[in-house]
């Protein structure tokens, strides 16, 4: 169990709490359970977690402001917990910083299974950027750093990526100017079919388009491909 992932659960509810932890230990996975922000933040500085799974609801910092704080902190993955019919709560943390989301009530194994996707693509640089791991990249006057996670613009200003900004760009840096639809970005990133109202790289979409466009009303460098999805409008160039 030493190297098995550890998942920090947090949420107000005991009963999810101890739920959750126990299922996830039952298959073979570590689990710390933790109320609220005040408590997650003491595990968060006294151990090491793979990945979090992260209530909306909560009392005192609430998980929204949770997601956006330690999404500019870390790149710890998250996976957050929405209540039904808080589809502004989903987009919101989408484009905060979450990697996923699952609404209440949740079936533990469809949890398990977004687990287990997105520790594939959080844990190993290899399957993060693929053929551009541990490279440089130039496009559109950017220089993307695969190691640091980062982006460079022509002035030198360093823009931080999150886990599912990084994933995101790096799958449209690997197929230039190829149309990709949702479906198929949906299932490079997080590694799963979209669901009829699924709206997650749209979201993510947006979120990356805000970070690197000149102006991301009118987007020039991550463009909509009418019926067709995204593509990157952009030639890629490997400095190193």
Do not use: W
């Not at 950027?129 to 220089?143: D, E, I, Q």
């Not at 900004?165 to 100017?177: G, M, S």
């Amino acid at each position: 169990m030493r190297d098995a992932p550890h998942i920090l659960v947090v949420d107000d509810h005991r009963q999810i709490r101890e739920s959750v932890t126990r299922f996830l230990e039952r298959n073979g996975m570590r689990a710390t359970a933790a109320k609220d922000a005040q408590e997650m933040d003491a595990r968060l500085a006294n151990g090491h977690f793979d990945l979090m799974v992260l209530d909306v609801m909560m009392p005192g910092e609430d998980g929204l402001s949770v997601c956006r704080r330690l999404s500019a902190e870390r790149r710890l993955p998250i996976i957050m917990l929405t209540a039904l019919g808080q589809e502004a709560d989903r987009i919101v943390g989408l484009e905060i910083g979450a990697d996923d989301y699952l609404t209440k009530p949740f079936n533990p194994r469809e949890l398990l299974a977004r687990i287990k996707a997105v520790l594939r693509r959080a844990r190993s640089a290899e399957t993060e950027a693929g053929a551009l791991a541990g490279k440089r990249v130039r496009f559109k006057g950017f220089t993307f750093d695969t190691d640091a996670h980062e982006i460079v613009d022509t002035a030198g200003n360093s823009i931080s990526l999150t886990t599912a900004d990084f994933r995101l760009l790096t799958v449209l840096l690997e197929r230039p100017r190829a149309v990709l639809s949702r479906d198929q970005l949906l299932d490079l990133t997080a590694g799963r079919a979209a669901g009829p109202l699924d709206r997650t790289i749209d979201n993510q979409i947006s979120r990356l388009r805000r970070k690197i466009e000149p102006d991301p009303l009118r987007p020039s460098i991550i463009v909509t491909v009418r019926n067709g999805g995204y593509s990157l409008a952009a030639d890629v160039e490997v400095i190193e």
